[in-house]
């Protein structure tokens, strides 16, 4: 059944880190967040179409949407909801999830041994930027890029996270699509799992996670990295994605995947025109709705590159900064970045601009 209606928080601005949330006049804090939120976008079904308004608190409360309005009741809590620590890490500020590739081609030089070595490196210089999470991925899932034997994924991502253990105060991901690296990854000590077909690519996917026991990423994709770039369609795209979503929240609690190990992830990029890029990007605030913590990865991608007539990928580091400053303001609680001290710098000085108060953390020091 689709909801009818849905409520996407508006009118975001800075909460004052000086009051209590219990007294945020004139908005109510976001997941207690950063953020307060003093209006409501209300997006409707209509037939095939949406109807979309902005009302202000006051008025979505006052008016009786009779049956319309329970059915955004959900919604409106989550909003307010405050969101359960992931393996650890708390979400009253933005964090940073630092993207590690661990495929031959990332690193040029050759063999196993220097791509693992490398990739650890990187890792831990990744870490000492800022980065609160690190994302090891074997797998690439480039749009139009062909899938990689279990062998040969394991290969790579287990050496670089058994070298990992105990080097970072920073959580370890696992960027997969398969049950089997999630399980070895686990035991050799990840934190949580990424998984960019949100438990569908491989059928025992689900329940490897519910027996893992470790937080997981549910990304939205339209079909398989081999296809998706080919002419994607949606009714609405940010609706889609939200029902969606949702319904991969049902499928994991059925599996015994409680909402509180969840996080989850539009996608940018994964079977999406510019315009739905866009469309995502100027509506992330809508999958707060679902109750769990946000996480956009827009760095480096394509879109960036189009909007500002920019080929090559490591050029796209300005407009990443940008897309990754657009959805903290929205209330993403974890960016996805190839370039962390980048981003690290720009979050910082914002956060500490808009609530007037600078972090206690100074360079150099641990940040968790
Ligand atoms: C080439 C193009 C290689 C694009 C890799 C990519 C996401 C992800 C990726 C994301 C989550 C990239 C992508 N993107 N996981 N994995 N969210 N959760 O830019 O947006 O890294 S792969």
New binding site residues.
């Given amino acids: 059944m689709l909801r009818e209606i849905y409520v996407r928080p508006a009118g975001l601005m800075a909460a004052s880190v000086a009051k209590p949330a219990a007294e945020v006049r004139g908005g109510f804090r976001l997941a207690e967040g950063w953020l307060e939120f003093t209006a409501l976008d209300i997006l409707e079904r209509n037939g095939a179409g949406v109807d979309r308004r902005l009302a202000g608190l006051g008025e979505f409360f006052e008016k009786d949407w009779g049956r319309r309005t329970a059915n955004a009741a959900d919604m409106f809590q989550n909003l307010m909801a405050p969101r359960a620590r992931i393996a650890g890490l708390s979400f009253d500020r933005p964090r940073l999830?630092g993207?590690v590739?661990v495929t031959p081609d990332s690193f040029s030089d050759g063999g196993a041994h220097d791509t693992t070595a490398a990739a650890i490196a990187h890792a831990l210089q990744l870490a000492a930027d800022g980065a609160d999470i690190l994302?090891i991925?074997g797998e690439?899932?480039?749009?139009g890029?062909k899938p990689v034997l279990l062998a040969e994924e394991l290969s790579r991502v287990i050496p670089v996270i058994e070298g990992l253990a105990g080097r970072t105060n920073a959580l370890i991901s696992i960027?997969t699509r398969k049950a089997d690296v999630m399980t070895r990854a686990a035991k050799a000590g990840v934190d949580l799992i990424?998984?960019?077909s949100a438990l569908m690519h491989d059928p025992g996917a689900l329940d490897a996670v519910a027996a893992i026991d470790l937080p997981v990423?549910l990304?939205h994709a339209l079909g398989d990295p081999r296809t998706m770039q080919d002419a994607p369609t949606y009714d609405h795209v940010l609706l889609d994605v939200f029902d969606f979503l949702e319904a991969r929240i049902e499928a994991c609690r059925r599996a015994g995947i409680a909402l509180n190990r969840l996080?989850v992830?539009?996608?940018?990029?994964?079977g999406k025109t510019l315009a739905h890029n866009l469309e995502l990007m100027a509506g992330l605030s809508l999958f707060h709705g679902l109750g769990c913590p946000l996480?956009?990865?827009?760095?480096?991608?394509?879109f960036i590159g189009t909007i500002s007539g920019v080929e090559a990928?490591a050029d796209r580091v300005h407009g990443s900064v940008a897309a990754a400053l657009a959805a903290v303001t929205q209330g993403a609680q974890i960016i996805?970045v190839?370039d962390v001290k980048a981003t690290r710098q720009a979050l910082d000085v914002w956060m500490a601009a808009v609530t007037g108060k600078a972090s206690e953390v100074r360079a150099g020091e641990a940040r968790q």
Avoid: E, W
């Avoid at 690439?140 to 749009?143: G, K, V």
């Avoid at 996480?295 to 394509?302: D, I, M, P, Y």
């Fill in positions: 999830m993207i590739n994302d991925g690439s899932t480039r749009p890029a960027d990424n998984d960019v990423v990304m996080l992830d539009p996608g940018i990029g994964f996480l956009v990865g827009a760095s480096r991608k394509r990928a996805r190839h």
